[in-house]
């Protein structure tokens, strides 16, 4: 199907909000929302301007502008998107959903209110949890109270795939797949072994796992107190008392972690919690703040996904079959780079910055 584009609009097209949002509306995990409203609201929110492509449309061209979009748009911080996507979805699984949101169809969160304080959405389709009288948000409560199928081909949770390459696998069922084995293909030592570094410097080697960041993410707000104080500003590393006792690390320490992939300074947390042989840094961390050159290679300190590496195989692509369809994640199709085999030791401790 040919194409015809206009590379010298552009500009134009990033810097407003295209009319199809609300000729079109929106969708969000199978449920249809009318936005037209509201795209009409961000004329006066946003003011307009002429387009050469599309008329007179909103205008995108600020930060804040951008974000008043996303939030009125959204049935999470706009109440009457909400209502819309339950009607919507309500009628689709023959249930009435619309008490989910009786209170509070006339909010609406901008951005005069985040960026004051944190602040609690609304229950809306985009997600399966109801947080409605402050209830605390529960996955998939909204399909066992409310009747509403499950994304699968039955409707129901699934823990059989009789897609081919899932049984030629022999994941058909959920079953435990140990991580990649680097330790003997790579002649690596294994996990809690201690040696020594081709620089002289004690060494421990762990399995370094990027889990899921508490304090990050989707709860970041550098320039709020609050936050910060919970923070320790800059990249850190969880690793067990055992651990570090091997390497005389103590809590906050900077270390220096590396592989056959790259190489990450950061400071330790030195815990009790986590067990011997494994380390854990938390994904997607401040990186504006706290970051030094690494002492060995003079580079700056890399991020949790400097020592990852993504590798993937043939289920993780599967698509064209009942509720099975492809789609990117991060820079993979799932998390399975989320286990590595890593050396840890302890660096000089003046940094440079």
């Known amino acids: 199907v040919p194409v015809t584009r206009d590379y010298t609009k552009v500009y134009e097209k990033w810097t407003h909000l295209g009319p199809l949002t609300g000729d079109l509306g929106t969708g969000v995990h199978g449920t249809a929302y009318n936005v037209s409203k ?14 050469a492509s599309a008329g007179e449309r909103p205008r995108l061209d600020s930060a804040v502008k951008a974000i008043q979009a996303v939030l009125h748009l959204s049935g999470v911080t706009n109440g009457e998107v909400a209502a819309e996507g339950f009607k919507n979805q309500g009628a689709r699984v023959g249930a009435d959903m619309m008490d ?26 985009e997600w399966t949890g109801s947080k409605k009288n402050g209830r605390r948000y529960t996955a998939f409560s909204i399909n066992l109270e409310y009747d509403k199928p499950w994304h699968t081909l039955s409707g129901r949770m699934h823990y059989y795939l009789d897609h081919d390459w899932f049984m030629d696998y022999g994941e058909s069922f959920p079953i435990f797949r140990p991580p990649f084995d680097h330790i003997h293909i790579n002649g690596e030592v294994g996990p809690g072994e201690v040696g020594t570094s081709q620089y002289g410097d004690t060494e421990v080697t762990v399995r370094y796992l990027t889990t899921h960041n508490k304090w990050s993410i989707h709860s970041q707000y550098f320039d709020n107190l609050h936050t910060l104080s919970i923070s320790r500003g800059g990249q850190v590393i969880w690793m067990s008392n055992k651990d570090a006792e091997k390497l005389g690390v103590k809590d906050n320490d900077w270390i220096e972690a590396y592989n056959r992939n790259g190489i990450v300074s950061a400071r330790a947390i030195v815990s009790h ?29 890399g991020t949790h996904n400097s020592l990852t590496r993504i590798m993937i195989k043939p289920i993780h692509v599967a698509g064209g079959y009942g509720h099975l369809t492809y ?21 000089s401790q003046e940094v440079q910055f």
Not at 38 to 51: A, D, F, M, P, R
Not at 327 to 347: A, H, K, L, Q
Request: net charge positive; proline share 6%.
């Open 100 to 125: 989910l949101v009786s209170d509070v169809q006339a909010t609406r969160i901008n951005w005069d209110h985040i960026k004051e304080r944190p602040t609690e959405v609304i229950t809306s389709p």
């Open 327 to 347: 789609g990117f994640n991060y820079i993979g199709p799932t998390g399975n780079n989320r286990d590595e085999v890593t050396r840890i030791r302890r660096r």
């Open 38 to 51: 509201q795209v009409e609201e961000l004329k006066l929110i946003n003011g307009v301007s002429e387009t």
């Open 273 to 301: 919690r986590i067990p011997e042989g494994t380390v854990f840094m938390n994904h997607a961390q401040e990186r504006t703040a706290g970051t030094p050159v690494n002492e060995h290679t003079g580079r700056r300190g």
